[in-house]
Every structure is written in structure tokens, then in C-alpha cells.
Nanobody
Framework: QVQLVESGGGLAQPGGSLRLSCLAS????????MIWARQAPGKRLEWVSG????????YYADSVKGRFPTSRDNAKNTLYLQMKSLKPEDTERYYC????????????WGQGTQVTVSS
């Protein structure tokens, strides 16, 4: 079982940037696919991005493609989401998720970190 803790959220202006991090407690982090998801109150959960265990393949939702590159550093047990060109509609709570795949078989969620984009 892996425990996940997100950080890096906060307030940004439209067009600004934030970098989210997700630290995993287990040394076995490197065997898991990792996912970013987000949700705002009253809205459906949205799958944002996924990255396979070796970091060689990444996939993105159309809404963030080209803006939110995802990467991982297995030596540091850390997943990243570099958020650029932020928009007000990016105001959601962001979660990192571990799984056996990026489309399903999810087994652990972090507590989330809030991102607010406003002028």
C-alpha cells in the first residue's frame, strides 16, 4: 500500500503557473502507474493525466493537453504536474492516484491540493 501526499496548490492569476507535487511513501512507487485527477464542488471528477511506471509514456485529457505536462522522479518517489497558462476553469481540487494502469485499477488516492485561479 502506498500513501500519497499532494502539495503545491494555491492561488494563481490567469495565465500563471503552479507546480504540483505528489510524494509517495512506499519504495515500490516505481512499479505503479500514476494519475492526476481533479474535481470541483458539484462537478464530476475529471481524469487529467496519466503516466506509466517508467515515465516513458504520458497521456492527457484534451482540456489540459499542452499546458500540464506530467512527469515523475522514481528516485524521489515523486509525481509532478507542471501547470502552465492557468485558466479560471482550472480551479479545482487536484488529486494524485496510484494504480496498476492509467485507465483503471486505481488503488490509492491522496488528500488533494486546492488550486484557485483568479484575478
Amino acid at each position: 500500500q502506498v500513501q500519497l501526499v499532494e502539495s503545491g496548490g494555491g492561488l494563481a492569476q490567469p495565465g500563471g503557473s503552479l507546480r504540483l507535487s505528489c510524494l509517495a511513501s512506499a519504495f515500490s512507487f516505481s512499479i505503479y502507474a500514476m494519475i492526476w485527477a481533479r474535481q470541483a464542488p458539484g462537478k464530476r471528477l475529471e481524469w487529467v493525466s496519466g503516466i506509466y511506471s517508467d515515465g516513458t509514456d504520458t497521456y492527457y485529457a484534451d482540456s489540459v493537453k499542452g499546458r500540464f505536462p506530467t512527469s515523475r522522479d522514481n528516485a524521489k518517489n515523486t509525481l509532478y504536474l507542471q501547470m502552465k497558462s492557468l485558466k479560471p476553469e482550472d480551479t479545482e481540487r487536484y488529486y494524485c492516484v496510484s494504480g496498476w494502469g492509467i485507465w483503471g485499477d486505481f488503488h490509492n488516492w491522496g488528500q488533494g491540493t486546492q488550486v484557485t485561479v483568479s484575478s
